[in-house]
């Protein structure tokens, strides 16, 4: 099946994706302040866009002012976002890849010493977050449209919906959904029926599901010793594309996703260690990705800036904590 990954994938809505390897979301801590999008963004996106993924997807960014979960998170909860975005579009349409915007907002994870408010659909004890009005679940739905018009606006493709609320946009703009599979207060059973449903429904275009690895099994519930891949890729999909991400660093590793039911592969850790991924997997197809840990300095020269590199100094394992 490692063929099949260099195949081109057409969606429901939209520019065909030239092959299965796309860019997964990937927080950065790269923006400035306010949002706005800096150079090291538009460095690090265009780079991986000569790379060769056929889709190139920004980190989280959030619809709201108050939903700011981290430090350096790219914003598009206000028009004075849209020429930052657009430079980003541009850069990436003009090494070939198609574009998309992750719509995000961090709920009872929003930062207050970030200007965020810890909230959510109910009140939590556990972590202080405040629940919801009606009248604000229905402004923060508003928000997300507008958020995804935003980025229509400034020339991307389409956007992928971190927990979906609603949208609006013209007629072959591209929607994606990224869920988990599990964890984060969620059972697998809840997930697989959240994913059926949308699946059935066939309003987005591609199902985007996040797991740390993707050959991890189900160990409690109904689908006990099932892989958790399996669990969803055997659900009626329709016109809508699956795919997942989940510690693939290899080319035999996402064709063994292809072979698992998926229609494309979402790289994390690969991209951040070589951004020309898919440009090297196609020339040799036993290519893989260096041993973790990696340096600093092995990271600068796959073009990470100094606040890209200190988030990745936070994931267990991957810099080298001997080297600056």
């Not at 538009?42 to 959030?62: D, K, Q, Y």
């Not at 066939?202 to 669990?231: C, I, N, Q």
Request: charged share 25%; with cysteine; net charge neutral.
């Amino acid at each position: 099946m490692a063929a099949s990954l260099f195949s081109p994938l057409p969606l429901k809505r939209g520019p065909a994706l030239k092959h299965r390897l796309l860019l997964a979301p990937l927080t950065n801590w790269q923006s400035h302040p306010d949002g706005t999008a800096s150079e090291h963004e538009e460095r690090w996106l265009s780079r991986c866009a000569a790379g060769g993924f056929s889709m190139v997807m920004t980190c989280a960014a959030h619809v709201q002012g108050s939903g700011k979960p981290f430090p350096g998170q790219m914003g598009i909860f206000s028009d004075k976002h849209i020429p930052g975005l657009r430079k980003l579009a541009d850069s990436i349409r003009a090494r070939g890849a198609v574009s998309s915007v992750q719509l995000h907002h961090g709920g009872v994870r929003a930062s207050p010493e970030l200007g965020g408010i810890s909230e959510g659909p109910s009140e939590d004890v556990r972590t202080g977050a405040r629940g919801l009005t009606v009248a604000e679940v229905e402004r923060l739905r508003d928000d997300f449209i507008t958020a995804a018009l935003r980025a229509q606006e400034a020339g991307f493709d389409g956007v992928e919906v971190y927990g979906a609320f609603g949208w609006a946009c013209r007629s072959d703009f591209q929607i994606g959904l990224r869920i988990s599979m599990e964890r984060h207060g969620v059972s697998v059973e809840d997930a697989r029926w959240v994913a059926a449903r949308v699946l059935k429904e066939e309003v987005v275009d591609y199902l985007d599901l996040a797991v740390w690895d993707y050959r991890k099994t189900v160990t409690e519930g109904e689908f006990k010793g099932r892989t958790l891949l399996s669990v969803f890729t055997d659900l009626p999909r329709g016109s809508v594309r699956l795919g997942a991400s989940g510690h693939v660093m290899s080319v035999k590793q996402a064709a063994e996703m292809l072979d698992a039911g998926c229609d494309f592969v979402m790289l994390g850790k690969a991209a951040v260690l070589d951004p020309s991924f898919p440009e090297n997997t196609s020339r040799d197809r036993k290519y893989s990705t260096p041993v973790l840990p990696v340096t600093a300095d092995w990271l600068r020269r796959s073009g990470l800036s100094e606040p890209f590199i200190n988030y990745m100094r936070t994931w267990s394992g991957f810099v080298d904590s001997e080297t600056p």
